[in-house]
């Protein structure tokens, strides 16, 4: 079977930094629903239309077609007692970007902490990065109604979210 929209399908892949660096790998093939469900990068939906089972696809994303260009007003400083006792680096926290109209909540990471202040970045680790996502096809089958319905493919137990 080809890939096309309203399928499913599995693949191993591989992500890569513009210096060749790997950032991500799978050994365990991924699945997506296939047709403008945004359950992968758009660019990469689209060099895998028409792909079997086996094949492979590299593709190179900018910034724009993966994570987005780096925000630096997304990088605030707050007062060390708006956090936990207990706040490192690495550390994440749901919150709304300062000034903002908007009711999305960005993820937010611990980047620095000193006895006054911490400082927390909303962007992802990847944005403003060039990555190549490399990828093997390994299963391609029909989505399931219910898939369909959803928008994202349900695993062989049934519907989790």
Same mark, same amino acid.
């Given at each position: 079977?080809?890939?096309? +929209? ?14 060749? &660096? ?28 028409? +792909? ?15 994570f987005g260009e780096y925000d630096h007003q997304l990088v605030e400083v707050e007062a060390r ?65 219910? &898939? ?10 049934g519907h989790l979210h």
């Amino acid at each position: 079977m080809k890939i096309a +929209k309203d399928s499913v399908v599995s693949l191993r892949y591989e992500l890569f930094d513009s210096e060749g &660096e790997l950032l991500e790998k799978v050994e365990e093939p991924v699945s997506y629903l296939h047709g403008g469900y945004d359950g992968i990068f758009p660019l990469v939906e689209e060099a895998l239309h028409g +792909k079997n089972v086996g094949d492979q696809c590299s593709v190179t994303l900018q910034p724009d077609d993966a994570f987005g260009e780096y925000d630096h007003q997304l990088v605030e400083v707050e007062a060390r007692s708006a956090f936990p006792e207990e706040v490192a680096v690495g550390m994440q926290f749901e919150g709304a970007p300062d000034n903002s109209e908007d009711e999305d909540f960005l993820l937010y990471t611990v980047v620095d902490v000193t006895d006054d202040e911490v400082t927390v970045d909303g962007n992802h680790p990847l944005a403003g990065k060039t990555l190549s996502f490399n990828c093997t096809v390994t299963g391609v089958r029909p989505a399931t109604e219910e &898939e369909l319905v959803h928008g994202h493919v349900h695993d062989e137990g049934g519907h989790l979210h």
